[in-house]
């Protein structure tokens, strides 16, 4: 399995999944794809359904994901996915359950892991890899990452420890909840650097590619990423698509939706991932917060970014995103994989413009039907609403991301077919939310007694490119 760039031309170089997993961002500040999605049939699923029922979840993982990697030893893939999906590490042995809930839905729990968010179904995969490939090479490798909220504690806490690894993680300056600042600042270790920067997720994630896109520094630093503008990180999501399909079908042609709460387009992309495969699913509904730009693109064509000023700070604030990198990949698809039109649309029109519009293209107009994706948003009152609704229907509290994703998809649900949402977080990570809605604090995991209260360790950072150049710098000497 070889690997292009979205912004790539025929006569690139196709890397291999090794060479991409330690790269991030491929030279031309495109985003890596397959050069094709692997197909499977019915019978593949029915040999996935006995696996999963049989072996498990690190077994599935393992089918899916040699699909997509040939240069790691399939002995060693399946080891290093049964170190990272296990009992040990995740609080259910199924380690993605799904439960039903009231009028056709379903919820895929993705936040059994050690931080309590969705993030970590990748990230326990990606510092197992990490930490493999760089020990086969004899080198190390300095992660440089972005989070609006949950992607930078499950990064730090999946790679603290690893040998050869260091992280630096960007975040907006008061943007994330009391609990999400806890479970980063409080890690004490000289590996682990958080950066709070003066403002929003959109400019710690133009950060990063600023940082990364200057190849002598990058290469100098051995700088890598986590975000889900890694491939490897998304390609691990779409195992738990296929789960979750298996775990409610009982057919291996039964057609499931799924809805899925984003920011950054990288969980749904994995699903787009899923059925590009082959998987089943029909709808791809997405789920928006107030700051609706995906659900804007969707609906009209028009891709439009908005300043830090526009970016809304809502009770769902890990979607307070308002440039997702990873819509690159789709439209790479949309456009028919033409590297030329999308890295004029990315690489000159958006960053000249500050949007571009596909609405009048033939693409476009069959995006529903080739696609399958649907979309629509959801507002504070939406959440609360949603939230005390479903704890009263069936006993389950939601956190205030998948409350937007739940109340989404009760506009999309067809008669007969299950509408899967993504679960992405426990609701202990957003309190004050959940005691509006329901009057009453969330249950607190033991494993997260006190954690506000411990020392902080973070850098305040100007939204500068070559003050955080001279941190890493300095950090790695």
């Avoid at 995991?445 to 003050?467: K, Q, S, T």
């Amino acid at each position: 399995m070889r690997y292009l760039s979205t912004r790539g031309r025929a006569d690139d170089p196709r890397p291999g999944f090794s060479d991409i997993l330690l790269e991030g961002l491929a030279p031309d500040g495109g985003l890596y794809l397959p050069e094709s999605y692997p197909q499977v049939d019915a019978a593949t699923l029915a040999r996935w359904r006995a696996l999963l029922a049989e072996e498990g979840y690190a077994a599935l993982a393992h089918a899916v994901l040699g699909l997509f990697v040939d240069d790691i030893p399939s002995d060693d893939l399946r080891r290093l996915c049964g170190r990272a999906y296990n009992a040990d590490i995740f609080s259910s042995p199924e380690i993605v359950p799904v439960s039903a809930l009231d009028g056709g839905l379903w919820l895929a729990h993705l936040s059994g892991g050690p931080t309590a968010a969705f993030k970590d179904m990748a990230m326990q995969l990606l510092g197992q890899l990490f930490e493999y490939e760089l020990a086969r090479r004899g080198r190390e490798l300095n992660i440089l990452g972005a989070t609006s909220g949950d992607t930078g504690s499950a990064a730090e806490h999946a790679m603290l420890g690893r040998h050869g690894v260091r992280v630096f993680m960007l975040t907006p300056a008061g943007r994330m909840s009391p609990f999400q600042q806890a479970q980063m600042f409080g890690i004490d270790d000289p590996a682990i650097v958080n950066v709070a920067v003066a403002g929003v997720f959109d400019d710690c994630q133009d950060l990063v590619k600023l940082v990364a896109s200057d190849l002598a520094f990058k290469q100098r630093y051995s700088l890598g990423a986590v975000n889900s503008i890694n491939w490897a990180r998304l390609v691990a999501q779409v195992v738990y698509y296929v789960a979750a399909w298996l775990r409610v079908t009982s057919g291996d042609d039964e057609v499931v939706d799924a809805c899925v709460p984003t920011g950054n387009f990288g969980n749904i992309m994995a699903g787009h991932v899923a059925r590009m495969m082959g998987v089943p699913l029909g709808r791809l509904v997405l789920a928006t917060n107030e700051n609706n730009v995906l659900d804007e693109f969707f609906r009209t064509g028009v891709y439009r970014v908005r300043s830090a000023a526009e970016t809304h700070a809502t009770s769902s604030p890990s979607m307070d995103i308002s440039k997702a990198s990873n819509v690159e990949r789709f439209v790479f698809d949309l456009l028919g994989r033409d590297g030329d039109r999308v890295r004029d649309l990315f690489a000159v029109r958006l960053p000249r413009d500050g949007f571009f519009d596909l609405s009048g293209t033939r693409e476009f107009a069959g995006l529903q039907e080739r696609f399958g994706f649907v979309s629509a948003s959801s507002t504070h009152a939406d959440r609360l609403a949603t939230i005390a609704a479903v704890d009263a229907a069936d006993g389950v509290l939601l956190d205030p991301h998948t409350a937007d994703g739940v109340h989404v998809a009760r506009s999309f649900v067809r008669p007969g077919i299950p509408m899967v949402v993504t679960e992405t977080a426990l609701p202990v990570k957003f309190s004050a939310t959940i005691l509006e809605a329901v009057g009453r604090e969330p249950e607190r995991p033991e494993r997260f007694a006190g954690i506000e209260d411990l020392p902080r360790h973070v850098v305040d950072l100007p939204n500068d490119a070559e003050a955080l150049k001279a941190l890493i710098a300095e950090r790695v000497g």
